[in-house]
């Protein structure tokens, strides 16, 4: 994470008594992207499930609806959780390390569900971009169990359990 600056020097130690605050807060955050985060492979699996793919009411629903998941999920991640650390509110050398690490990799699957998001917009969809939907849907699946790995090790780094 280019943002991501290493915390140096005495600063670093909180009081006591605001340690478990923040801690606190992190446990929040963690839990709004992974709720976010099932949200969308909640989603993905119902269009996944409705193939073929035609140009009917139920699958610009399903299209529509992961479409949505998946923007918020992003924005989520991005809010609750990078955001946060690039705002040097993480002061645990570890958790900086992993996050600058696996950053770029976010980032990049960012683009891909931003991507997909413009591809498929339900104002826009036909049968020419339908019929590429399977495979694109495949390709982001491979994406988003990426980021989630990335993901994972982050929320581990910052001592949350993965659900």
């Given amino acids: ?12 130690q909180d009081a006591p008594e ?31 499930g409705i193939r073929p793919y035609e140009t009917h ?5 399903a299209l529509r609806r992961f479409c949505q998941a998946l923007v918020d999920y992003a924005a989520t991640a991005h809010f609750q959780l990078y955001r946060y650390l690039a705002d040097g ?11 600058r690490e696996v950053y770029p990799l976010i980032a990049a699957s960012t683009d891909a569900i931003l991507d997909f998001n413009d591809r498929y917009d339900p104002a826009l969809i036909d ?4 019929q590429a939907l ?19 090790r982050i929320i ?8």
């Fill in 1 to 12: 994470m280019a943002e991501i600056q290493e915390q140096g020097g005495a600063d670093t």
């Fill in 18 to 48: 605001r340690v478990p605050e923040r801690r606190t807060g992190s446990l929040e955050r963690l839990a709004a992207l992974v709720a976010s985060r099932n949200e969308t492979l909640v989603r993905y699996s119902i269009l996944a």
């Fill in 57 to 61: 009411p139920e699958t610009a629903e």
């Fill in 89 to 99: 509110r993480e002061r645990r050398q570890a958790v900086l390390a992993v996050a």
């Fill in 127 to 130: 049968t020419d971009r339908l």
């Fill in 134 to 152: 399977e495979e694109d849907l495949s390709r982001l699946g491979e994406v988003l169990a990426e980021r989630i790995q990335m993901e994972d």
């Fill in 156 to 163: 581990q780094a910052l001592g949350g359990r993965v659900r």
